[in-house]
């Protein structure tokens, strides 16, 4: 978001939990949070007054956008909307009233099936963490506020909306990578994205992805950029797993593919102009991102630095975007476990794109190690 901003010639203040390498390359000023998120008010104290655009997983701290709220112009989606969008309760409710499908959801598990077709996750949830199958052991490790959720098979989307006064348009669609080894991540971690044309969707489909944005714009007045994790299952249903009422980190790739600035369209929603216009292009091939988690302890260092920068100029030149995103700073540590970068790869069609994003990924993996 902070790149997508500069390029419609804002300027950019940015507080974030990591501080990374490439963020203080193109932000006037970079504050690195802690604790997180109860470090932010303190973090952006020391920026000039002017709007806040909120990533991350702050939907999940309502009353934390409240107190910002309180200091400065908040743009998007307000606190209350929030609160309400990401309750399972009310979410089911209007999806369903919508006509589409919500999984069912339980607050207590006392008569669920123990066989892997539940899930037991946090309601405060973001990126698939802290999600495992409900196999009935030790409810003493579930993780705080949980609840137990139908697992549903099927193909995962995500879908980037612009929402105001009530309307909706549909800006962005990808199909979400999780679990994957080859990222090194948990098995129901968000670890990337392969972008796909929405217009490119069928009739039935489309239709009821609109429904649902609809809902989400007119029955919980959601402003800005709204991310929806959705499921397309076998017979054509669509079921709603999860709201995110702001920009979503799989955004940035309909960005590369239509020059679609998406920090413009989410500041545009709460009344401010860019002060460059959009320069929009014609789609071609597939753009694809995936995080990369450190299967060991690393010493970020500035050889490590270096070596991944170096070794992703060629890919960089050859896509007309970097490569890599997300660097850490030189003497970082990065627990194992942690995300290490991010790695885009575009090619002529998806499976394409698929391939040598995993090329890309090794290749930094092997950097990394040597």
Known sequence: MAASAVRAGFRVFAADLFGDHDLRGIADDVATIRPYPE?????????????????????????????????????????????????????????????????????????????????????????????????????????????WQQRIAGHRLSLGYVM?????????????????????????AYCGSIDLDPDAFGTSLRHLIMLLGTALAERFRLVGLVGADIILDPSGRVYVIEINPRPTASLELAERATGFSLAASHLAASGIGSPVPTILWRRSGTWAKAVLFAARDINFDSLSLEAVRAGSEAWTLADGWPALADIPEPTCPIPKGAPVCTVFAHAGSPRAALVLLRHRVAAIESMLAA
């Open 39 to 147: 470090g932010i008010p303190e973090a952006i104290a020391r920026f000039p007054y002017a709007p806040l655009l909120c990533t991350g997983a702050l939907e999940n701290h309502p009353t934390l956008l409240s107190d910002l709220a309180a200091c400065r112009p908040l743009t998007g989606s307000s606190p209350e909307a929030v609160a309400r969008v990401r309750n399972p309760e009310v979410l089911a409710h209007g999806v369903c009233a919508a006509g589409l499908w919500y999984p069912d959801t339980r607050r207590d598990p006392t008569g669920l099936p123990t066989d892997g077709t539940w899930l037991v996750k946090p309601t405060d949830s973001a990126g698939g963490r802290s999600i495992r199958l409900w196999d009935g052991d030790d409810v003493g490790a579930v993780p705080q506020r949980p609840i």
């Open 164 to 188: 105001t006064a009530g309307l909706c348009r549909l800006v962005a669609a990808s199909h979400q990578l999780v679990g994957r080894r080859w990222c090194r991540s948990g098995p129901f």
